[in-house]
T-cell receptor
Framework: GESVGLHLPTLSVQEGDNSIINCAYS??????FIWYKQESGKGPQFIID?????DKRQGQRVTVLLNKTVKHLSLQIAATQPGDSAVYFC????????FGTGTRLTIIP | EAGVAQSPRYKIIEKRQSVAFWCNPI?????LYWYQQILGQGPKLLIQ????????DSQLPKDRFSAERLKGVDSTLKIQPAKLEDSAVYLC????????????FGSGTRLTVV
């Protein structure tokens, strides 16, 4: 089975609210994770990454949290905007990228 | 800088026919990847090139899929003969590093096999 999975296939969030997308992984040796955003008709676009020597990393409006104890990571998007509508993937990179199934984020106006 | 270019954007073929996809990576990127993304799933690696050599093709169905990267720049992925289950988006990505960072994806080729 897949080593990287997502808890929910869809997520609807009110515009302006914060979004949280979760991801679980199974390989405790995994040490590098990347979040991607994929809009319709486009390839995955890098959002933010985190290595296992960190618990948290922040970017512009995005934060990734890594909990190695329970093998879980999350992507938080602050003040969600219509342009955030997309499918979000977490991926682990152990020499090659392994993607999960993805969560479709829908913004409610 | 220019992104990863792929063509065609869309292709519809009948089963048992052959098809080829083309990828032009970002200039200077030594590593090139082909991914298959079936509807509703995450991309799955098919093959990885480092310059013009194959690094990993363990998930490439070699009885029907082939890929080459002549001169370490452009790459072509071919399917012959196509099956219905090959319907997917084929994504090309490139990276300046062999390790694990710097992936840039193209917009993909959507293949429909009927």
């Amino acid at each position: 089975g897949e080593s990287v999975g997502l808890h929910l296939p869809t997520l609807s969030v009110q515009e302006g609210d914060n979004s949280i997308i979760n991801c679980a992984y199974s390989n405790s040796a995994s040490d590098y994770f990347i979040w991607y955003k994929q809009e319709s008709g486009k390839g995955p676009q890098f959002i933010i990454d985190i290595r296992s020597n960190m618990d948290k990393r922040q970017g512009q409006r995005v934060t990734v949290l890594l909990n190695k104890t329970v093998k879980h990571l999350s992507l938080q998007i602050a003040a969600t905007q219509p342009g955030d509508s997309a499918v979000y993937f977490c991926a682990e990179n152990n020499g090659k990228l392994t993607f999960g199934t993805g969560t479709r984020l829908t913004i409610i106006p | 800088e220019a992104g990863v270019a792929q063509s065609p954007r869309y292709k519809i073929i009948e089963k048992r026919q052959s098809v080829a996809f083309w990828c032009n990576p970002i200039s200077g990127h030594a590593t090139l990847y082909w991914y298959q993304q079936i509807l509703g799933q995450g991309p799955k690696l098919l093959i990885q090139f480092q310059n013009n050599g194959v690094v990993d093709d363990s998930q490439l169905p070699k009885d029907r899929f082939s890929a080459e990267r002549l001169k370490g720049v452009d790459s072509t992925l071919k399917i012959q003969p196509a099956k219905l289950e090959d319907s997917a988006v084929y994504l090309c990505a490139s990276s300046p590093y062999q390790d694990r960072s710097g992936y840039t994806f193209g917009s993909g080729t959507r293949l429909t096999v009927v």
